[in-house]
């Protein structure tokens, strides 16, 4: 088990800037997933992290160790990547045992390792087969045997699961949060896909362009997003987000799924018309038509196509942000200059 720390670390190619100045924390025993759209250095960081990459400045320490000039394979960190490679000619039992063999590991040893490992990611059966017999989730489970069965004190992911069809990726989403409680280890896993951060996580770190936009856990991100940039990564479709009418630029959002389609009484109510409509079995995705621009509902309400209705969202389910887009307080002042300009309760 290890706690990571990175302190104004920088990384740079060339002229190009990729990493301005990162300060991350990594708690002893997390699973923390680094989340962010493609190019923003996630794979940077965890290579970084790892010792592949070298650092353009700043520390990492590996519990209180400083890792700068530690070599990859001195630094006690496994690692998956999407594009594993497993040995064609190999079994699995000497796939897994291979990640060993330079480790000067007793047979014995060895053994009892590769059973307690493939017990737990559910390969049992299957040590004597050839990665060529097997599904591309088990292949991909052999990758996860081979890095575990090393006893690492960290565990690092790289979009492991990208290369499985959807319904393989939640399983196996499922099945790592399960490994992870199991094991103990510290997990860090990089992935750009939201619901994958969010299902797996107890710490999310969001990037964006080299930088943390906001970092904490699954639940505190969806309902305390720091700035715009957060409410509208996380949840699907995006946070609604009303501009250009409140005043100093202020910007009002709330989620779909806090919309609703009748009036409500603490909170503001505007004229909507259903333009489009989209059936995803128990919820319903709705367009409406205001006249502050189009709004995103997601409802279990079975409307029809083309009403007119009065769109109602609490005040209590309301984001407001500065000019800057950072979040601000909702306080009495807020609630007032939202119900002056969109029109008040009900009641
Ligand atoms: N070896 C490299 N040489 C030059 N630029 C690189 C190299 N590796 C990554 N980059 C750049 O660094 C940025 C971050 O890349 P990366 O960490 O791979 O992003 P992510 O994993 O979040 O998709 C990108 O703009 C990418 O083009
Ligand atoms: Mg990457």
Redesign the pocket.
């Given at each position: 088990m290890s706690s990571i720390s990175l302190r104004n670390v920088k990384k740079s190619?060339?002229n190009?800037v990729?990493i301005e100045n990162l300060n991350l924390e990594i708690r002893d025993g997390s699973f923390t997933v680094l989340v962010?759209?493609?190019?923003?250095?996630?794979?940077?960081?965890?290579?970084m992290i790892t010792g592949l990459e070298t650092l353009s400045g700043g520390d990492i320490f590996i519990d209180d160790t400083r890792v700068n000039d530690v070599p990859p394979g001195k630094r006690d960190i496994s690692m998956v990547f999407q594009n594993y490679a497993l040995y064609p000619t190999m079994s699995v039992r000497e796939n897994i045992e291979f990640g060993l063999t330079n480790k000067k590991i007793p047979k014995e040893e060895r053994q009892r390792r590769i059973s307690d490992v493939c017990e737990i990611v559910g390969l049992t059966e299957y040590l004597d087969r050839k990665p060529a017999n097997l599904s591309g989730g088990q292949r991909q489970r052999v990758a996860l045997a081979r890095a575990m069965v090393k006893q690492p004190k960290v565990f690092m992911m790289?979009e492991p699961l990208s290369n499985l069809d959807a319904k393989l990726r939640t399983q196996m989403r499922v099945e790592l949060i399960n490994m992870h409680k199991r094991m103990g280890t510290t997990f860090v896993y990089?992935t750009?896909d939201q619901v994958e951060a969010m299902s797996m996580a107890d710490d999310i770190v969001l990037?964006n362009q080299?930088k943390i936009v906001q970092q904490s856990g699954p639940k505190e991100l969806y309902h305390n997003p720091n700035c715009i940039y957060t409410a509208q990564f996380v949840g699907s479709p995006q946070t609604n987000i009303l501009d250009g009418q409140l005043p100093e630029k202020m910007k009002l959002g709330f989620r779909p799924e806090k919309v609703r389609l009748h009036p409500v009484e603490a909170g503001i109510n505007i004229p909507a018309s259903i333009q489009t409509k989209e059936m995803l079995g128990s919820e319903i995705i709705y367009s409406l038509q205001t006249p502050y621009g189009v709004v995103m509902c997601k409802s279990e309400e079975d409307m029809e196509d083309a009403v007119k209705v009065t769109m109602g969202v609490e005040f209590s389910s309301m984001y407001l942000f500065g000019a800057d887009t950072v979040r601000l307080p909702f306080d009495d002042k807020a609630r007032a200059a939202v119900s002056a300009v969109f029109g008040g309760p009900s009641k």
């Open positions: 190619y060339g190009e990729v962010g759209p493609s190019g923003c250095g996630k794979s940077t960081t965890l290579r790289d990089v750009h990037m080299g």
